[in-house]
């Protein structure tokens, strides 16, 4: 079945660093890809997506890049801040049939910013 | 309303009862799902609705899990016999159409003592 595999965390950066979270999958046909944000007592937040392969998303400085040939969709920020501070998921879904909404997700990286 | 209600906030519940939490979708959203998250932060697609009719009941356990959507009323969530291991947040989200992001709740922590 479909899976997604995330760096371990926890992730601890100081303001302004750069910022890299990796995750590759295994799908079958062709998933979209995504990356959610869950911030402390608070449900998921859509942050990027990237539907189809070489795909850019991007959302408040973060960036992801579906890479097919690497099956990778790694989370990049060139300058982090103290408000970064969150989970992240990587996530995909094959969107055709009854699978929309049916999300497979990553074990979450825990990301804290410092001052 | 504009985000997605779930009800309550904790639910604590002794191993053997039962347990219901409550899902109000965004207005004009046709689309409910529900996840489990548990220790580690692993989450786990349970059911999905397209209004009231069941969309995909794949990750439903088979014994003591049952949903309902029905119109004018929260989506509803129901452990019967809970056990240790359904200790979990679940989490709801919503969606306006087929296609579209989803939408989520900030869950019912559910504690199985």
């Known amino acids: 079945g479909d899976s997604v595999t995330q760096m371990e965390g926890p992730v601890t950066l100081s303001e302004e660093a750069f910022l890299t979270i990796n995750c590759t999958y295994t799908?079958?046909?062709?998933?979209?890809l995504f990356w959610y944000v869950q911030y402390p007592g608070e449900g998921l937040q859509l942050l990027l997506k990237?539907?189809?392969?070489?795909d850019k998303g991007s959302n408040k400085g973060f960036e992801a890049t579906y890479r097919k040939e690497t099956t990778s969709f790694h989370l990049e920020k060139g300058s982090v801040q103290v408000s970064d501070s969150a989970v992240y998921f990587c996530?995909?879904?094959?969107?055709?049939?009854?699978?929309?909404?049916?999300?497979?997700f990553g074990q979450g990286t825990i990301l804290t910013v410092h001052p | 309303g504009e985000e997605v209600a779930q009800t309550p906030k904790h639910l604590v519940r002794g191993e053997g009862q039962k347990a219901k939490l409550y899902c109000a979708p965004i207005?004009?959203?046709?689309?409910v799902f529900w996840y489990q998250q548990v220790l580690k932060n692993e989450f786990k697609f349970l059911i999905s609705?397209?209004?009231?009719?069941?969309?995909?009941e794949t990750g439903m356990p088979k014994e003591r899990f049952s949903a309902k959507c029905l119109p004018n009323s929260p989506c509803s969530l129901e452990i019967q016999a809970t056990k240790l291991e359904d200790s979990a947040v679940y989490f709801c989200?919503?969606?306006?159409?087929?296609?579209?992001?989803?939408?989520f709740g900030s869950g019912t922590q559910l504690s199985v003592l």
């Open positions: 996530a995909l879904t094959n969107a055709g049939g009854t699978s929309y909404g049916k999300l497979t």
């Open positions: 799908a079958t046909g062709y998933p979209s």
């Open positions: 990237a539907t189809k392969a070489d």
């Open positions: 989200a919503s969606s306006p159409v087929r296609g579209e992001k989803l939408f």
């Open positions: 207005k004009g959203h046709s689309y």
């Open positions: 609705f397209q209004n009231e009719n069941v969309f995909d």
